[in-house]
């Protein structure tokens, strides 16, 4: 009976995190670049051994038996998102694989498809309270103006054709190993490539991938689990402090 506790508290903490893990994706919707983020679940298992001999050291399994769920990775869905015309001269998307680079403010690298960038103080592209946007080579961009024009490969350049640089698409081999951090970001250990057989649109921007209805249909599923296992529970509660009360008066 006591495993029953177990079973149903775990799946209780594993369906709030999930319905935490929904509620994220839902709320970043609006988020140029969004990658949607599920979970998977994995089980613990007791296995029980007993031991034939001493001398030869030698093990026989009896079985094994699943106990409580646990979330056990993240994996972000990298599928392209729509791409939408928005008609500023600072908005880029990426169409294909790759990323752009930011550098933040304390000098950390970070990977993202948002391409929704404006000017700092200082000139620089960048993304509005993040960080700046890297070149190819690695290095700032400095525009001082908006008054710009891209080709598809990211070069950038004045309204008279000087060349300004050129914004830098990086790609890795495997997006799985990513980390996304707090701020839905990617971070990895290594510095990404230069991407191939991208197409960059100035005056657009990749909207989040997010399936509203799938999102909806996953966060009722986890709702009820959630519910189901918090009412066994009380069920639970009530058959343990009968079993004390009448139980304990024979």
């Given at each position: ?167 830098g698409v990086f790609a890795f081999e495997d997006n799985g190993e990513l980390d996304k951090n707090e701020y839905g970001f990617f ?64």
């Amino acid at each position: 009976m006591f495993k029953g506790f177990y079973n149903l508290t775990s799946g209780m903490l594993t369906q709030g995190k999930n319905l935490d893990m929904i509620a994220n994706n839902m709320s970043n919707t609006a988020t140029a670049g969004y990658k949607t983020d599920r979970y998977t679940f994995s089980t613990f298992e007791e296995v029980m051994w007993h031991r034939v001999g001493n001398m030869d050291r030698k093990y026989t399994d009896l079985g094994n038996q699943s106990w409580i769920t646990a979330p056990s990775k993240r994996y972000t869905d990298f599928e392209q998102g729509a791409i939408e015309e928005t008609g500023q001269p600072l908005d880029f998307a990426i169409e294909g694989d790759g990323f752009f680079a930011l550098e933040t403010a304390d000098g950390e690298r970070v990977y993202t498809r948002n391409g929704n960038f404006s000017l700092d103080d200082e000139g620089y592209l960048w993304l509005s309270g993040f960080g700046r946007v890297l070149s190819s080579s690695g290095e700032g961009i400095r525009l001082v103006t908006d008054r710009i024009n891209a080709d598809s490969s990211g070069n950038l350049f004045t309204e008279n054709g000087g060349y300004l640089g050129t914004i830098g698409v990086f790609a890795f081999e495997d997006n799985g190993e990513l980390d996304k951090n707090e701020y839905g970001f990617f971070v990895s250990e290594g510095e990404g490539a230069a991407a191939e057989g991208f197409t960059l649109h100035q005056r657009w921007v990749e909207r989040a991938n997010i399936d509203l209805v799938q999102q909806m249909t996953s966060m009722i599923t986890a709702e009820r689990a959630y519910q189901s296992a918090a009412e066994v529970t009380k069920i639970y509660d009530d058959v343990m402090r009968k079993s004390t009360e009448e139980v304990g008066r024979l």
